[in-house]
């Protein structure tokens, strides 16, 4: 294969956003011969494919600029890619104003990078781990077995300076799917928000819409539940996150929380407590009459509401039972 049946049998591989932004930097002649060499190519196997991607790889290493010369090719990208294409070209450049991929805490999450590092090609992880802080790239190294450990840090250790144009792309591409992947923010957006909803219903009303979700979706459902935390889930806290818990909730929404409650949970959160607190607390409840059940439930969503806010905070840990 010439180097532009190469570069087209890549290109043609490549998701239409990943493309559009590659073609942008070509020049003119290099559009053109692309175009039509594209209409003739020929299948190509995946063991041919597979010897391609290496030959790729070890031009990207050693620095090769295979995009053409960087000079503006204007009104031609009009006649090229399409008129969203060209939209999203001009704010791709406008995103590489902000805070760089390698420094996004997002990204450099080992949880995030782990998988990333393990599935893409040796090279390319060897890029990756290059441009990360050194203490991150340990992290995510002491996790691969020693074959692939090996072989990335001697690619690392070889490795050329990449053209700038290059990395812009790379970080384009885990920007828009790590960092800005717009559907999966939605979706835990709009988790959060039916937590919170359920969190604040009657128990018996929220026992009985979760268990329509788990019929009709039971992997929605089990993320749902891993959010929600009610009140009679205290005994998941460890002591010292329940006393931390109670030390922010106010003395009169404990005590009314505890109106009639069950002796066993009564004692549990009761132990919270400090030992003037406690008595304190166990001479009003003896001479509490009965409360408004509706006050007391809403005394028991605010705790709970309190729990989940001190968690996110990080100030303590809800750790739920898995569903069997």
């Not at 106010?250 to 003037?276: C, H, V």
Request: proline share 3%; net charge negative; glycine share 4%.
């Amino acid at each position: 294969m010439s180097g532009i049946e190469k570069a087209a049998t890549i290109l043609n591989v490549l998701d239409k956003d990943m493309a559009g932004r590659l073609l942008q930097k070509f020049d003119i002649d290099d559009l053109e011969r692309i175009t039509s060499i594209s209409k003739t190519l020929e299948p190509v196997d995946s063991q041919e494919f597979s010897i391609l991607i290496e030959e790729f790889a070890s031009n990207f290493a050693d620095g090769l600029n295979m995009l053409g010369s960087s000079r503006e090719i204007g009104g031609l990208l009009e006649t090229v890619l399409t008129p969203d294409q060209v939209a999203q070209i001009g704010a791709d450049k406008q995103s590489r104003s902000r805070t760089p991929v390698w420094d996004n805490e997002e990204f450099t999450k080992v949880e995030i990078l782990e998988p990333i590092i393990k599935t893409e090609h040796p090279q390319l992880a060897a890029v990756i781990l290059s441009k990360l802080d050194s203490v991150v790239s340990s992290s995510v190294i002491a996790t691969l077995d020693d074959i692939m450990r090996n072989d990335i840090l001697l690619r690392m250790l070889e490795m050329k300076p990449i053209e700038v144009e290059v990395m812009e792309i790379m970080e384009d591409h885990f920007r828009s799917t790590i960092i800005e992947n717009d559907e999966a923010a939605k979706g835990a957006e709009a988790r959060a928000r039916m937590a919170a909803i359920i969190n604040n219903m009657e128990k018996e009303q929220a026992d009985r819409f979760l268990q329509e979700l788990t019929i009709e979706e039971p992997e929605e459902a089990l993320r749902l539940k891993k959010m929600l935390f009610a009140f009679e889930d205290l005994p998941v806290l460890l002591t010292k996150d329940r006393m931390v818990l109670f030390d922010n909730v106010p003395t009169d929404i404990s005590i009314l929380a505890m109106n009639g409650l069950d002796p066993e949970l009564k004692e549990l959160i009761l132990s919270s407590f400090g030992t003037r607190v406690r008595k304190m607390i166990e001479s009003e409840l003896s001479n509490a009459g009965e409360a408004d059940p509706k006050e007391v439930n809403k005394a028991r969503r605010k705790i709970a509401n309190m729990a989940l806010d001190l968690a996110a905070k990080g100030e303590i840990t809800i750790i739920m039972a898995e569903e069997s």
